[in-house]
């Protein structure tokens, strides 16, 4: 038994989420601006405009999480500088741009990867540096900067740890879902595989092996029973050729079951096998005209598709309504291959029960393959008895060979 990945995240949790994050950048601007301009005597203007680069490179620090870092720490470059000619304190990152930074590294540890988490802190405390460098009139005031630059750097290492833990869970925990769902995946497919050669198995085991007798049995008719008439002779002479054709079928079906290569480059009925088709279900008593209009240029599949589609259709008049005349068309409609076959009504007493083993999935079968290459199918009965199949087909379908 396998198990089942964590369902995601709900939608109303990440919008929450998103909506704190806004919440959070709005507050920041509202205070660092006023703080700004008012204590370190930036003018309002200038403190309006850096406060809001760094409110909004917090808030989209989701979705540009590069260029919200570049912009995060050209604001604090910025700031630390306007704020240089006042002798208030902290500096130079005040507490507002400690609390911005450190927003900014929780959701970068969370939703981005732990380089640029760690590239981004280790930039911030070079940045705090490089401001008291080139500021000599501040160097005098080591307690203030000593004590911004440790207060920084420390709040924000802990709290960069502690989003690069908790991202880098949320990251294993993603790839174990992905993993466990490319191994399930993969045992679909195996077990598909398996499910595939179990039913090569089988049709081998039985209808293989009884269409391999009926052939012998056909074959060997002719030398067993003597003074066979001539008409016996042909009807078990139509019965080996159809049980031969059934069995080289039946190779290629196992073949594709199993996956073989050789077996996609077999041979496939085309639309001039309609008339073998058509006299091996004369042979068998049911009288078939067959009206062919169409050329040879028509997609292989379709073809195919075609050629499946009377095999089936006579089929079903030879289960349900043996002796009926029936009568197969098949011609070109401009882009449209169209096949009709309509038999007539069976003569009286000649129309036995469906077989026992009759699954009844002719017609299903039918609509599949039609459907599948964009067609359209109609059938039902004949006011006079009858039944009728008409099927629509595109002459090209993209991916057949000609």
């Not at 008339?275 to 067959?290: H, K, M, N, S």
Request: proline share 7%; glycine share 8%.
């Amino acid at each position: 038994m396998t198990s089942t990945p964590k369902p995601p995240r709900p939608s109303w949790l990440l919008l929450a989420v998103r909506i704190g994050l806004v919440v959070i950048a709005v507050s920041l601007f509202a205070v660092a601006a006023p703080v700004t301009a008012v204590h370190y005597d930036v003018p309002v203007p200038l403190a309006m405009l850096v406060s809001a680069v760094l409110s909004l490179s917090v808030g989209l620090a989701p979705l540009f999480p590069r260029a919200s870092s570049i912009a995060h720490l050209a604001g604090l470059a910025t700031l630390g500088l306007v704020t240089a000619g006042s002798a208030a304190a902290p500096w130079p990152v005040p507490v507002t741009g400690i609390i911005g930074l450190s927003v900014l590294l929780v959701v970068l540890g969370v939703r981005s990867t732990w380089r640029l988490t760690a590239t981004v802190w280790v930039a911030a405390a070079v940045l705090t540096l490089v401001l008291v460098a080139v500021t000599p009139g501040r160097w005098g005031q080591a307690d203030v900067w000593a004590t911004s630059f440790v207060v920084t750097a420390g709040d924000t290492l802990v709290l960069a740890a502690a989003a690069i833990v908790i991202g880098q869970r949320r990251s294993i925990r993603e790839e174990l879902a992905a993993a466990r769902r490319d191994a399930e995946l993969e045992q679909t497919r195996r077990r598909a595989v398996e499910e595939r050669s179990r039913i090569a198995r089988e049709l081998h085991d039985v209808v293989a092996h009884s269409m391999s007798v009926v052939h012998m049995q056909a074959e060997s008719a002719p030398y067993r029973v003597a003074d066979l008439p001539p008409e016996a002779r042909a009807e078990f002479a139509a019965i080996a050729e159809t049980s031969r054709t059934a069995l080289r079928e039946m190779r290629q079906l196992l073949g594709t079951l199993r996956g073989d290569a050789d077996a996609e480059r077999a041979p496939q009925p085309r639309l001039d096998d309609l008339d073998a088709l058509v006299r091996a279900t004369r042979a068998a008593g049911i009288p078939v005209e067959l009206r062919l209009d169409a050329d040879d240029d028509v997609d292989r599949l379709v073809q195919l598709t075609a050629y499946r589609v009377v095999q089936e259709a006579l089929g079903n008049v030879a289960r349900h309504a043996p002796g009926a005349s029936c009568v197969v068309t098949v011609g070109r409609r401009g882009a449209a291959l169209t096949v009709e076959v309509a038999n007539a009504a069976p003569p009286a007493g000649s129309v036995p029960g469906a077989p026992p083993d009759d699954g009844g999935f002719g017609l299903a079968g039918m609509r599949e393959r039609v459907h599948a290459l964009g067609g359209t199918i109609d059938h039902g009965p004949d006011p006079d008895g009858g039944f009728r199949v008409a099927v629509t087909l595109p002459t090209a379908t993209g991916g057949g060979t000609r």
